[in-house]
């Protein structure tokens, strides 16, 4: 990976490049940002201008034997770290991101931009959470003790140090004394969850989400054909690339006709007229109710927003904007922000695998209270 492959972030690519033309990368760096953003490229890229031959002064050259193995992710000087699951006829304490390298490097090359989320499917995780243990720890730190196998610079990217929980303790060491030409490269979404004595050792980048212009460009690259509704998706994916392409995946369907007649129905709390718009939130099956629910969190955003600053945000169209200004009499910021938190409350159950029977009956006598003003 290029710098000038990746879209946006660029101060943040300048400051890299410069950090090594003029010798003062750091041993342990950071990449902090949200989900769906070009943390993981920024650091391939980085890691694959440390190694380059004959990079320039701003990008690798692209063309070297060092560039030809790290863009093919098989440069032996470049190791990768990242929450895994036990694989198949393995034990899990055995099992390390090894076992895994050759779905690592697939969705490197498809979607470098990943969420945990997307990884997990990827390696078939079902309903086990992928961690990083103790013997992977352990290898990260005998790999790194290693002379290097070709230039004299080892690079270590970890993904999702999030999921090192406390064996992160055992990081600390080679961070604190690394050796010689050893950089460690930690890529995160949520630095609070990063243990505070690895995060005072570290220099820390925080990258941006791509602009709705960058994001739209990114869908077109990787997805050969033409999208249905791009300006929309790019609305509702909000900078995170990884949304975009599951909302692509999902059918980029019209769900605004459902969730105002839900909101309606709910209002008016007649189960005749609530069953058939439960009935078909219930067909949709799992995946498109979360994109149904997610479509209404970005909806009742938006005109919170409205409501807050009594202007238009750029997320919204013109459809939507007319039906939030009629709403302006019925819901004040009070009840737009109640609906929000069922919103968001109804998204994590339905990733738990809640009864979706159950959580939409549930859901529709909340909202009728929030707009009865009753809650
Ligand atoms: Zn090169």
């Known amino acids: 990976m290029l710098f000038k492959d990746i879209l946006g972030n660029e101060s943040k690519k300048k400051l890299l490049s410069d950090l090594v033309y003029n010798n003062r990368a750091p041993h342990a760096l950071l990449f902090y ?3 769906g953003t070009v943390k993981l490229s920024l650091a391939l890229a980085y890691a694959q201008y440390i190694l380059c031959e004959n990079r320039t002064k701003h990008d690798s050259c692209g063309v070297c034997p060092a560039c030809y193995k790290s863009m093919r ?45 997307d990884w997990s499917s990827s390696i ?6 992928p961690n990083i243990n103790t013997r992977e720890c352990n290898e990260i730190i005998q790999k790194l003790s290693l002379k290097a196998f070709e230039g004299d610079a080892k690079i270590m990217i970890v993904w999702m140090p999030e999921y090192l929980g406390k064996e992160g303790n055992r990081l600390l060491k080679i961070i604190e004394e690394p050796t010689d030409n050893t950089y460690i490269i930690l890529i995160c979404e949520d630095i609070d969850k990063i243990l505070n004595t690895i995060l005072s050792r570290t220099q820390k980048i925080n990258v941006q989400p791509y602009s709705d212009a960058e994001l739209s460009e990114r869908i077109r690259t990787v997805v050969s054909t033409e999208v249905k509704d791009l300006k929309q998706v790019t609305l509702l994916a909000d900078g995170n690339m990884s949304k975009a392409m599951s909302i692509i995946r999902g059918g980029n369907e019209d769900y605004s006709a459902l969730l105002f007649d839900w909101i309606r129905a709910s209002y008016k709390g007649k189960p005749e007229a609530l069953q058939p718009i439960i009935n078909a939130c219930i067909d949709l099956g799992r995946e498109k109710q ?5 479509y209404g969190l970005h909806f009742f955003r938006e005109y919170l927003y409205i409501l807050g600053t009594g202007s238009r945000g750029k997320r919204i169209n ?13 819901i ?8 929000v938190h ?34």
């Not at 393995?90 to 969705?107: A, C, H, P």
């Not at 004040?332 to 609906?339: C, N, S, W, Y």
Request: glycine residues 4%; charged residues 30%; without cysteine.
């Open 290 to 294: 979360k994109h149904f629910l997610q």
């Open 318 to 330: 013109d459809q939507e904007y007319e039906i939030a200004s009629k709403m302006k009499k019925i």
């Open 124 to 129: 078939n995780a079902g309903n086990s959470l």
């Open 342 to 375: 069922i919103l968001n409350q109804s998204i994590e159950h339905i990733s738990r695998n809640a009864n979706p029977k159950i959580l939409f009956m549930a859901n529709s006598l909340q909202l009728g209270d929030v707009l009865k003003n009753t809650a």
């Open 332 to 339: 004040d910021l009070e009840m737009g922000t109640k609906i």
């Open 33 to 35: 940002g949200r989900e």
């Open 73 to 117: 992710r098989i440069h032996p000087d470049v190791h990768f770290t990242f929450p895994v699951i036990k694989k198949d006829g393995k034990k899990r304490e055995e099992t390390t991101s090894n076992d895994f390298l050759e779905n690592w490097r697939y969705m490197l090359n498809t979607l470098p931009e990943m969420s945990v989320k």
